[in-house]
């Protein structure tokens, strides 16, 4: 493998050459970074992610819950005052007779 390396190089412009020379090199970090990644996963952080995520599904059920509850009462609110306008409406009437006699 390192023959046909140094025959392919033999075939390159210096330019080539010295970009080809980088381009080994930025593969061999990556490699590296690869391994470094792999061997360095911290088993304490994956948990602690883990469980953050389980706490944010358990809020977003407790927002969904929440926001239906609110539909509910705001449902309930108009239909309190949609009842509570017409005897205001018959006693602002009565009251309104009144003050003219």
């Not at 705001?74 to 009842?83: G, K, P, V, W």
């Amino acid at each position: 493998m390192a023959v046909d390396k140094q025959d392919n190089a033999s075939e390159f412009t210096p330019r080539e050459a010295e970009l080809q020379r980088q381009i080994d090199g930025l593969q061999s970090q990556v490699t590296d970074l690869h391994k470094a990644r792999e061997t360095t996963k911290n088993p304490k952080l994956s948990s602690e992610v883990q469980s953050m995520k389980e706490k944010l599904g358990e809020h977003s059920k407790q927002l969904e819950l929440s926001a239906e509850k609110l539909n509910q009462l705001q449902t309930e609110i108009a239909a309190l005052r949609d009842q509570n306008k017409a005897p205001n409406t018959a006693s602002n009437k009565k009251h309104r007779f009144n003050t003219r006699v």
